[in-house]
């Protein structure tokens, strides 16, 4: 069984950056594939960004160029680095691993 926590959101302006944190327990970590999903009022979740183990990048159209994804298996940590931020990045975020769901992080981006 693992376990997530995801941490780091917060509330930013149109144009900042915020940098998301996954941190796992209870499972070897370098072996999964991790995902960031997010999840906006009203709307399905999507997937964002993905790292393979071996650290193959992914991300969905909408933030490409914008957000980055990065993990550190000695911390068994997955970054999310997110620049230029816009109102429709507005969502919680999650991450995934196994199929396993942290609780998610609010990210709330508004004038």
């Known amino acids: 069984q693992v376990q997530l926590v995801e941490s780091g959101g917060g509330l930013v302006q149109p144009g900042g950056s915020l940098r998301l944190s996954c941190s796992a327990s209870?499972?070897?970590?370098?072996?999964?594939?991790v995902g960031w999903y997010r999840q906006a009022p009203g709307k399905p979740r999507e997937w964002v960004a993905s790292?393979?183990?071996?650290?193959?990048?992914n991300y969905a159209d909408s933030v490409k160029g914008r957000f980055s994804i990065s993990r550190d298996n000695a911390k068994k940590t997955v970054y999310l680095q997110m620049n230029s931020l816009k109102s429709e990045d507005t969502a919680v975020y999650y991450c995934?691993?196994?199929?396993?769901w942290g609780q998610g992080t609010q990210v709330t981006v508004t004038s």
């Open positions: 790292i393979t183990a071996i650290r193959t990048t």
């Open positions: 995934d691993l196994d199929a396993s």
């Open positions: 209870g499972r070897i970590f370098t072996a999964y594939d």
